[in-house]
């Protein structure tokens, strides 16, 4: 696959985030050191798709002063676009990571109440000429969870994206704190509906479209209730503290086959932003005309290959997955 010359420009909106982690396997507030990266999934798929060779413009808002300054300066060191981000509000929204250890599970503390993002007027982004000339749109199930701003906006972008005949991808990315409280479904199956690709997993297609399937039905009932083209399901396997298979399945709706991937067991060094560089990893694949089976393991490698590498951000290239891809062949 090569994207190098005339790469496509996708658009990716979401909530940029500041990163807390305390260094190694200490616990969260027991360290007097904690680690900074800025993540966020929607700017993950858009850092990955950079070093995938295309051209990734990043839309969101950001505070004024210098946190939102090196939030800039962050994405623009990995190659993003961003001239389309607006700038306004008064924080930037934090996420607290302990990374888990021997039978500890990760854990997760959110401070992104009031964000930037958040508190955003739809308004404020005029889309028509933000996704003229693009090839894609992605975003995800995180930001209609932050406010009626994030959740307009992005009802907006999609319908934009839609009319202009732009591919839109949909990643489900089920945060249960963002929703605690609240039903899910009346705003996220409008969207679902607006999405040509839509990725998740079972845990997330239940508690946010309230649909189950067993074996391998998932991907065709989710296609045909709501009208999606292509149906990725990934599968995250905790096999130890610091060891997780990894597989994913791809329904096409246009020739009604069913792709599994090979399953690669990592030794993990970060477990956030798998997920998010396995939708990269997709989107790269099918602009590159890749058929269904070799997209959905092109993908999946690149969601494998996250998990080895520090933060938020994943940095594989076109060559690093395909040595990975053709090593399990």
């Known amino acids: 696959m090569s994207l190098s010359a005339g790469a496509p420009r996708v658009v990716a909106f979401g909530e940029l985030l500041l990163r807390l982690s305390p260094p190694g396997e200490q616990r969260l ?33 950001l505070p004024e002063g210098p946190l939102g300054d090196a939030a800039l300066a962050a994405l623009q060191r990995e190659g993003v676009g961003t001239a389309s981000i607006r700038r306004g ?24 109440a009031g964000s930037a993002l958040a508190q955003i007027d739809p308004s404020e982004i005029d889309w028509a000429p933000l996704l003229a000339g693009a090839a894609w749109f992605h975003s995800t199930g995180i930001t209609p969870a932050l406010g009626d701003g994030p959740a307009a906006a992005l009802a907006r972008a999609m319908a934009c994206a839609r009319a202009g005949q732009v591919p839109v991808s949909f990643d489900l990315n089920y945060r249960e704190a963002l929703w605690r409280g609240r039903d899910p479904r009346g705003l996220i199956e409008p969207l679902v509906r607006q999405a040509d690709v839509l990725i998740g997993n079972r845990e997330a ?20 209730r709501y009208g999606s083209r292509v149906v990725a399901i990934t599968q995250r396997e905790i ?29 993990v060094v970060d477990r956030v932003g798998g997920g998010d ?13 890749q058929t269904p089976a070799a997209a959905l393991d092109f993908a999946v490698a690149a969601g494998a290959l996250k998990l080895a590498v520090p933060g938020d951000f994943g940095r594989a290239t076109v060559e690093d997955i395909q040595r990975l891809v053709h090593a399990c062949t």
């Open 89 to 112: 509000g008064i924080r930037i929204g934090l996420y607290f990571v302990e990374p888990g250890a021997d039978l500890r599970s990760m854990r997760v503390v959110y401070d992104r």
């Open 29 to 61: 507030f027991e360290s007097p050191e904690l680690h900074t990266f800025f993540g966020g999934a929607e700017a993950n798929v858009a850092v990955a798709l950079s070093h995938l060779g295309l051209t990734a413009d990043y839309v969101t808002r």
């Open 239 to 267: 096999l130890g503290a610091r060891e997780q298979g990894w597989s994913a399945t791809l329904y096409d709706a246009a020739t009604r086959a069913l792709a599994r991937s090979r399953r690669h067991v990592m030794r």
């Open 277 to 289: 560089s396995f939708a990269a990893g997709l989107i790269a694949a099918l602009l590159g005309a």
């Open 205 to 224: 297609v239940r508690a946010l479209l309230g649909v189950d399937a067993t074996g391998d039905a998932l991907g065709p009932l989710l296609a045909e």
